[in-house]
């Protein structure tokens, strides 16, 4: 909507909640109450016209009952509480999934719509005694962080004749990593062999046990200990270990920035499947070699934000 830059927005609060006050509700009448509010008139008209006492009676009856729906439109709103989780990162070309959980503070809340799209709002009855928790589907991102934009929150209920709605600034941005290219293969990612760096980590002989790190291989971890309910406990093998891979950007096929972070991306993903260490250069940055989800989360974040200035 056009007008909605100068209206009033609820906004969340550095936890992400966020609730719907009295003042930012805006309603007005659906078509169905424009044309309720028509039919009214017209059985006004002829109520006076004839002057017939029963029909004034079932005009205003039927006036009063659409009085009643604006408040109770509006109040189905008022109150509701909304919590903004967010979403996870994603690569280029896939949907985003924000998750928003809304509580209804204790009074059930039939037929709320809510979206970043006022085209293809998501239905969702809330009940009073538990939470709801909804996925909200945010497409056509590019590579970078993106606000997911103004959420739309409405209702039309208990009769459809008035529409209230509110907007609600979610502030959580929603990471989205390039789009994976084709497979390559980096210089040094064959396989090479040399001394274990640190003790324990060859691919040899079994030496021991040590406590788990964050960023240690999930094969390595000895799940048998760990289900004996001895801790969480990594192997330790002596020997030679596999060479780290550097990922470089001099190295990455493709003739545009857009297409070498897509390159990037493949050999990180690669990397990361095969459990080797790797290591990322870009002309921004150096990245030192290393393994895990924390270690990928990283590089492909950088790759995300290249170019910009969250990077």
């Given at each position: 909507?056009a007008?909605a830059n100068?209206m009033?927005?609820?906004r969340?609060?550095?936890s ?6 009295g ?7 659906t ?13 006004l008209?002829g109520?006076?016209?004839y ?5 004034h009676l079932?005009?205003?009856l ?12 509006w109040r189905?709103l008022?109150g509701l509480?909304l919590?903004?989780?967010g979403a996870g990162?994603i690569?280029a070309g896939?949907d985003?999934?924000?998750v ?9 809340r039939p037929?709320i719509?809510l979206?970043?799209?006022e085209?293809a709002?998501?239905?969702v009855?809330v ?6 928790v909804?996925?909200?589907?945010v ?11 103004r959420l ?21 941005p929603?990471?989205?990593?390039p ?13 090479e ?6 003790e324990?980590?060859?691919n040899?002989d079994?030496?021991?046990l040590?406590?788990?790190?964050p960023?240690d291989?999930?094969?390595r971890i000895?799940w048998k200990?760990?289900?004996r ?8 093998f002596?020997?030679l270990a596999a060479?780290p ?10 003739d545009?920035?857009?297409?070498r972070?897509?390159?990037l ?6 990397a990361?499947?095969?459990g080797?260490s790797?290591?990322l250069?870009t ?7 290393g393994s895990g989800?924390?270690h990928r989360h990283?590089c492909?974040?950088h790759l995300?934000?290249y170019?910009?200035?969250d990077?």
């Open positions: 909507m007008f100068w009033r927005i609820e969340v609060s550095d992400g909640e966020a609730e719907i006050g003042r930012r509700i805006y309603i007005l009448p078509r169905y109450g424009v044309i309720y509010a028509t039919l009214l008139f017209l059985m008209l109520a006076v016209n002057g017939n006492n029963p029909a079932l005009t205003f039927l006036a009063g009952l659409g009085s009643n729906a604006i408040h109770l439109t189905n008022r509480r919590h903004c989780e990162p690569f896939e985003a999934r924000f928003i959980n809304l509580d209804a503070d204790g009074r059930e037929a719509q979206g970043f799209d085209e709002l998501s239905l009855d009940p009073g005694d538990r939470t709801r909804r996925r909200l589907r497409a056509d991102l590019p590579r970078g962080l993106h606000a997911p934009g739309v929150v409405s209702t039309r209920y208990p009769l459809g004749l008035f529409r209230a709605w509110c907007y609600v600034d979610c502030e959580q929603i990471l989205v990593y789009r994976p290219g084709p497979r390559w293969l980096p210089p040094g990612g064959t396989g062999q040399i001394a274990g760096e640190t324990g980590s060859g040899e079994f030496v021991g040590r406590g788990y790190h960023g291989q999930p094969s000895d200990s760990y289900a309910n001895r801790g969480l406990n990594t192997r330790l002596s020997g060479a891979v550097w990922i470089d950007w001099r190295h990455a096929p493709g545009d920035t857009e297409t972070l897509s390159a991306a493949r050999a990180v993903i690669d990361d499947g095969q080797r790797y290591g250069i002309p921004a940055r150096t990245i030192p070699p989800q924390g990283q492909l974040r995300a934000l170019g910009t200035t990077a």
